[in-house]
């Protein structure tokens, strides 16, 4: 597989590698920050991928972990390359790129959906209805760059090594027409579309299920190639969202995932219900049986 040359993921292996190598060398976190004349907090988040270190910083690390040559030369590079900007940079003042930054090196992504359509399954017009609804407070303009980027991931889905993408939507998600009639048409149309690439899997979680075990919220769990990166779960909130490393954290929502999954229907009745919608929608069925009432 060709690695994605993502910073975010050179970043947090950096971090890891430089880590590791404190710890062989019996050197604590507050001896580095005394001898490079900087605060603990910095080593620390240089160490967990979420502070970029410049490649002096990562050479005078090493020296004081006794790592010379080669080995030093190279996470050097890599430092210099975690430096770069990713393609969503120019978006940064609407986003938080770590979590674009992850899933653009991610091998596959299993994802449960409450409320709206995943953005890498989003159509341009139900992006943008979805948004202004949901940020009434930004600008248009901030609506359009958002958009971009949204749009911009979808190539994940379609590039010369495409992310797996097993999403379970709830019924909700192809029940409510965010932006109207026919943008909602276009987006179920959309749905039945995708899930015709051999690396897109999409089942719906329907009412009927009744509780389950997603009921806490939206959630996505990111998976690497590279054995060295670990896998992350992002469970999305109003603000943004929480990133989980720790194994007990990312074995819970393998857990709870694999149980919705179970729960719902089959990938090819889930995708035959959506085109189903697209032809008699969801909406329009509550709205006869309220005019009948």
């Not at 597989?1 to 950096?14: D, K, W």
């Not at 580095?32 to 970029?52: D, P």
Request: with cysteine; charged share 25%; glycine share 6%.
């Amino acid at each position: 597989m060709t690695e994605r040359r993502s910073p975010t993921i050179r970043r947090r292996r950096l971090g890891a590698e430089l880590r590791r190598q404190r710890e062989a060398a019996g050197i604590t976190i507050e001896m580095v920050a005394e001898q490079l004349e900087c605060s603990a907090s910095k080593i620390s988040r240089i160490e967990t991928g979420h502070t970029s270190a410049t490649p002096r910083d990562v050479r005078d690390m090493l020296r004081i972990y006794g790592v010379v040559g080669t080995e030093s030369d190279e996470l050097v590079q890599i430092a210099r390359e975690a430096r770069q900007k990713g393609w969503w940079h120019p978006y940064s003042t609407v986003l938080t790129g770590a979590y674009v930054g992850l899933e653009a090196a991610a091998g596959s992504v299993r994802a449960y959906e409450q409320q709206v359509v995943p953005g890498l399954l989003q159509t341009e017009e139900y992006a943008k209805a979805m948004i202004r609804a949901a940020r009434p407070d930004i600008s248009d303009e901030e609506v359009e760059q958002r958009v971009r980027v949204r749009l911009g991931r979808q190539s994940l889905l379609s590039q010369d090594d495409p992310i797996d993408l097993w999403v379970v939507l709830d019924e909700a998600v192809v029940s409510r027409p965010v932006g109207g009639d026919a943008v909602m048409r276009a987006q179920l149309a959309r749905l039945v579309e995708a899930a015709d690439l051999p690396n897109v899997t999409i089942q719906i979680l329907p009412f009927e299920v009744g509780a389950h075990a997603g009921m806490d919220g939206t959630f996505s769990i990111l998976e690497f190639p590279e054995p060295g990166d670990p896998d992350v779960v992002y469970a999305e909130n109003a603000t943004g969202g929480l990133f989980l490393e720790k194994s007990e954290e990312l074995q819970k929502y393998i857990f709870i995932f694999d149980h919705i999954r179970a729960a719902a229907m089959r990938p090819e009745e889930s995708v035959a219900l959506i085109a189903k919608l697209t032809e008699e929608p969801m909406w329009n069925w509550r709205q006869r049986g309220s005019a009948s009432t």
